[in-house]
């Protein structure tokens, strides 16, 4: 039996104009036509080649499909809880992108391949991270099978390794949060910088996104730090503006964003995009087994921040607006961040001042709110 004719490109070809050096690829059609095109440099002719093939195929590449995945996640969304929010399949969408080719048709994509690149994130992010995304992707595939785009997940066979933390990890005590202070304090790095501001309040996605319009240094006046979800937070509030910042801690952000455009981020990776989430917490790993300090991870960090504010007895509704939660309740505020004991503490020292039976209920706190002075 005779085969049947197909598409077909060729190329790319090297091709010298008067001093240009220009690259084809041709495209012959089942009935023998032909169409050329050229191209300024050899990569561009060979992605050109492969996006043809792709559409002569009726092959979906990665890149597509998560446009479509994100749709889906809106309008009808994976768990019984329906659909999510915009920002929460942003998110989705950013940590798969960070896993897959996106270039790259999705009935190439195989086991080993899948496998590999788990790899890579088990060597950059914690246990609960890597393990996290492998969720995600997992679903994801299960969503391309149900849609009949490929037969059989690449990844269903991948198994999560190392133990997911449980509990909750216990904020540091203010003997800790001064070690730490002063540790960073005496390096000198982008990194320290980041972690110091992890110590008041920020995480590590609005640290790695910031950007040096987000810093406001007017002379004469307290600092103010703009923090933008960038599509990144769960909800509205995140959007928000710190202020009171040290002035040491201003001084090395002043220096970090010096003569830089307002559009540079302010701790760019080397290739000048945004870090990956593991570099703050390898050197607070780093930092913690050279110095001798009990780790708590960056979350953690923000945890101790919200703990010892509320011990000085300010209010949960106070400090859910710190850190942009939502505004309808303060229940997240308290279970993951304050935590129950720093809430207990706070109640005790709130009725002891009604009974008048202490003046001041935050003895240990400077004048600027900071508290490991």
């Known amino acids: 039996m005779a085969r049947q004719p197909k598409w077909r490109v060729l190329g790319p070809y090297r091709e010298r104009r ?4 220009e690259w084809r690829i041709v495209s012959v059609s089942p ?8 191209f300024r440099s050899e990569g561009e002719a060979i992605e050109a080649k492969e996006l043809q093939l792709r559409e002569y195929r009726g092959e979906e590449i990665f890149e597509d499909l998560l446009v479509k995945y994100r749709e889906h996640m809106i309008t009808v969304g994976n768990g019984p809880k329906g659909a999510c929010k915009p920002k929460s399949a942003h998110c989705t969408i950013d940590r798969l992108t960070r896993w897959l080719p996106v270039k790259r048709s999705i009935r190439t994509y195989s086991e080993k391949d899948a496998r590999a690149q788990y790899q890579r994130r088990v060597d950059a992010v914690a246990v609960d991270s890597h393990r996290g995304e492998l969720a995600e992707v997992k679903t994801f595939f299960r969503w391309c099978v149900k849609q009949g785009v490929i ?16 509990g909750r990890v216990r904020p540091l005590t203010r003997s800790e949060t001064r070690a730490w202070a002063s540790v960073l304090a005496a390096e000198e790095t982008d990194v320290a910088t ?16 910031l950007r040096v319009r987000d810093l406001d240094l007017v002379e004469g ?3 103010e730090l703009y923090v933008a979800s960038d599509g990144d937070g769960k909800t509205a509030s995140r959007t928000r503006t710190l202020e009171g910042l040290p002035p040491e801690l201003v001084t090395r952000l002043a220096a970090i964003a010096g003569g830089r455009s307002g559009e540079a981020l302010l701790f760019p990776a080397d290739d000048g995009t945004v870090r990956d989430p593991s570099w703050l917490r390898q050197a607070a790993e780093r930092l913690a087994k050279r110095h001798g300090l009990r780790y708590v991870g ?13 011990r000085s007895c300010v209010s949960l509704r106070e400090i859910a607006d710190a850190m942009g939660h939502s505004p309808r309740s303060t229940k997240t505020t308290l279970d993951h961040y304050v935590q129950r004991e720093a809430e207990a503490v706070a109640r005790r020292r709130e009725a002891a001042i009604a009974l008048d039976m202490r003046k001041e209920p935050a003895e240990n706190r400077s004048a600027d709110g900071r508290f490991w002075n």
Do not use: Y
């Open 18 to 21: 008067g001093r240009c050096i």
């Open 31 to 38: 009935s023998g036509r032909r169409e050329s095109s050229l």
């Open 151 to 166: 037969d059989k997940s690449p990844v269903e066979g991948i198994v999560g390794v190392g133990r997911r933390r449980k």
């Open 298 to 310: 960056v979350h953690g960090f923000r945890s101790t921040w919200g703990a010892l504010q509320r």
């Open 194 to 209: 980041g972690l110091l501001l992890a110590m008041h309040n920020l995480s590590s996605s609005e640290i790695r996104n």
């Open 221 to 223: 006046e307290d600092a």
